[in-house]
């Protein structure tokens, strides 16, 4: 396992349309999050799991969006019904379990979603 | 609110000479400190962190950074530059204590020059 992996890398969709996107985090890591990244800003942060259980979701996460994380291994990320606005990189992160220590996120190389 | 301020859009370097690249924070209680770097078309890679204890870290490929309390900053820096250095630098706080979603700064985009 090298890396947290992210697909597709890739996503050009019309408006109106349904996209999800998939993360597989690195083995063993339990901690699962979301971020965007619109062009000139840093990440911001969209949702994280702990396992199967989603523990925190921002203000940025319109109900449009909905993110999984059914048997606390990969993750979807959803978006209903795109918008221009949603274009921007999706990237997806893990971490070591809770407890040992501040562990640092590793990231994916992201999802770069274009809405025409 | 929490939040981390990185006042440079674009820092330029010589190749050889010592480079910082500025970041400033503002957290209740103790922050977390992270130091990423992004090469295009390529994730987020981590550098080095502050977590406690000494304020000079020591990081990845050379880079190390100084925790300063009192003028809330924790500056990236290191002592030679290298052209394969130039990529956009991400300075991150967390602004609780565990595992939790990062805040990070707009980003300073380093320019080495050979």
């Known amino acids: 396992d090298t890396g947290v992996s992210q697909d597709p890398r890739h996503k050009i969709t019309k408006r109106g349309q349904n996209v999800t996107f998939r993360c597989d985090p690195i083995?063993?890591?339990?901690?699962l999050y979301w971020y965007r990244q619109t062009l000139g800003q840093g990440p911001e942060f969209l949702t994280y799991?702990?396992?199967?259980?989603?523990?925190?979701k921002s203000r940025l996460l319109s109900d449009r969006f909905s993110a999984e994380r059914p048997k606390g291994s990969f993750s979807t990320l959803e978006i209903q019904r795109t918008e221009q606005g949603d274009s921007a990189m999706y990237l997806c992160?893990?971490?070591?379990?809770?407890?040992?220590?501040?562990?640092?996120?590793?990231f994916g190389p992201g999802t770069r979603l274009t809405v025409l | 609110a929490q939040s981390v301020a990185q006042p440079e859009d674009q820092v330029n370097v010589a190749e050889g000479n010592p480079l910082t690249v500025k970041c400033t924070y503002s957290?209740?209680?103790?922050?977390?400190l992270f130091w990423y770097v992004q090469y295009p078309n390529r994730g987020l890679q981590f550098l080095l962190k502050?977590?406690?204890?000494?304020?000079l870290v020591k990081g990845s490929y050379g880079f190390e950074a100084e925790f300063n309390k009192s003028q809330t900053s924790f500056h990236l820096k290191k002592p030679s530059a290298l052209v394969s250095d130039s990529a956009l630098y991400f300075c991150?706080?967390?602004?609780?204590?565990?595992?939790?979603?990062?805040?990070f700064g707009k980003g300073t985009r380093l320019s080495v020059i050979a």
């Open positions: 083995s063993e890591h339990n901690r």
């Open positions: 992160a893990s971490s070591l379990p809770t407890g040992r220590a501040y562990n640092e996120q590793f």
């Open positions: 502050y977590i406690t204890g000494d304020n």
């Open positions: 799991f702990q396992n199967e259980a989603q523990l925190e």
């Open positions: 957290v209740s209680g103790n922050p977390y």
């Open positions: 991150a706080v967390s602004p609780y204590s565990g595992n939790t979603p990062l805040v």
